[in-house]
C-alpha cells in the first residue's frame, strides 16, 4: 500500500475546529498513514496528543510539528518544523511570549474593528474568548463574529472585518523574524520548511532569491504541494525547490468544517491533492 501523507493541519490548539485525538481519527478513516500537526506558533496540541492520548497513533506515523508565523513587510510568511523536540525550553518560551503578544494584538484589533465597521463586542464575550486555553488568531475573532450575527462564515468575517484593519496594525508588534522561526526550529531539533510560498506574493525570482537566503539561514525545505496552490504553482516550486537542493514538502493545511470547510484533510480542495511522496519524508526516515 502506497504511503498517504498530510504533513499539514491544525488542531483546536490553535485556529482548527478538532482536537487532536479528532485528527488522528480522521486521518485514519481517510487511510492517511504519516500526518503532522503544526499548530500556529503553539506546541501545545502536539504535547496533549503525546500526554493523553499516545495509544491513537498506533498504525499512524506522527511526526511532531509547529507552524510559526514570521514577520514580513509583505504578504504572509509562516515556516514548518517539523520533528521537533516540543518540549525545548527555548521554543516553549519564546511561543509563550508570542502568544502574550498576540492577545495584546488580538484585543486591539476588536478595537479597531469595532471602530472601523461600528460593531460590538461585548465584554463578557471577549473575556470568554481570552479565557480559552489555545493560541489565539483572528480565525477567533470571525468565529465570534458568526455567534454574534455579524457574518455567516469566517471567510465572510475576514472579507468583511478583520483584512483592513489587521494590515493597520501588522507592523506594530514585534513578532518572530523568519531567521529566528529558523533558529528555533533548529534548536529543537527539527527541521525547518517555508510553508505555502503562494502567500508571500513574490515572483519566481524573488523567491529563488529569499530561499537561497533563508537557506544560508538553515532553511531546509519548500511546502510545494498545499491545498490553495495550483498545478503550475506546485511544478514551479518542485523546480526551484530542486534547483536549490531543499527537501519537498506538503500537506492540505486543513482546519475542519468551520474555519475552512472547503479543505478535507489529505485531498485538499475538491481533491486536488493526495501525497504519496515527499523527499522530506526520506529524510526524517535516516
Do not use: W
Not at 508571500?200 to 532553511?219: N, P, W
Amino acid at each position: 500500500m502506497d504511503e498517504f501523507i498530510d504533513l499539514h493541519m491544525h488542531s483546536t490548539f490553535s485556529d482548527g475546529d478538532k482536537t487532536p485525538c479528532e485528527l488522528v481519527q480522521i486521518a485514519r478513516e481517510k487511510g492517511i498513514t504519516t500526518m503532522s500537526l503544526t499548530d500556529h506558533d503553539t506546541v501545545e496540541g502536539c504535547k496533549n496528543l503525546f500526554t493523553h492520548n499516545i495509544q491513537m497513533l498506533e498504525g499512524v506515523r506522527f511526526i511532531p510539528g509547529v507552524e510559526l508565523t514570521a514577520k514580513v513587510a509583505k504578504g504572509r510568511m509562516h515556516i514548518l518544523g517539523y520533528a521537533i523536540n516540543v518540549y525545548d525550553q527555548t521554543l516553549n518560551k519564546r511561543l509563550q511570549e508570542e502568544d502574550h503578544e498576540n492577545r495584546k494584538k488580538l484585543l486591539t484589533l476588536i478595537h479597531l474593528v469595532e471602530n472601523d465597521y461600528g460593531l460590538t463586542f461585548p465584554k463578557e464575550e471577549v473575556d470568554r474568548l481570552l479565557e480559552q486555553g489555545h493560541n489565539l488568531g483572528r480565525p477567533d475573532l470571525a468565529k465570534l463574529c458568526i455567534k454574534l450575527g455579524y457574518a455567516n462564515t469566517v471567510s465572510e468575517a475576514f472579507e468583511n472585518y478583520l483584512i483592513a484593519p489587521y494590515e493597520k496594525i501588522r507592523g506594530v508588534y514585534k513578532g518572530i523574524s523568519p531567521e529566528e522561526c529558523i533558529s528555533l526550529i533548529l534548536g529543537s531539533g527539527g527541521v525547518p520548511v517555508l510553508a505555502h510560498p503562494y502567500t508571500l506574493e513574490l515572483s519566481d525570482d524573488e523567491l529563488t532569491s529569499l530561499l537561497i537566503d533563508l537557506k544560508a539561514k538553515g532553511l531546509k525545505g519548500v511546502e510545494v504541494y498545499h491545498s490553495s496552490q495550483s498545478l503550475e504553482e506546485r511544478r514551479r516550486y518542485l523546480e526551484i525547490a530542486r534547483n536549490l537542493d531543499l527537501y519537498v514538502s506538503g500537506g492540505s493545511d486543513y482546519h475542519g468544517p468551520i474555519t475552512k470547510p472547503y479543505i478535507e484533510m489529505g485531498y485538499g480542495k475538491n481533491n486536488n491533492l493526495k501525497i504519496k511522496h515527499l523527499s522530506l519524508l526520506d529524510h526524517l526516515s535516516k
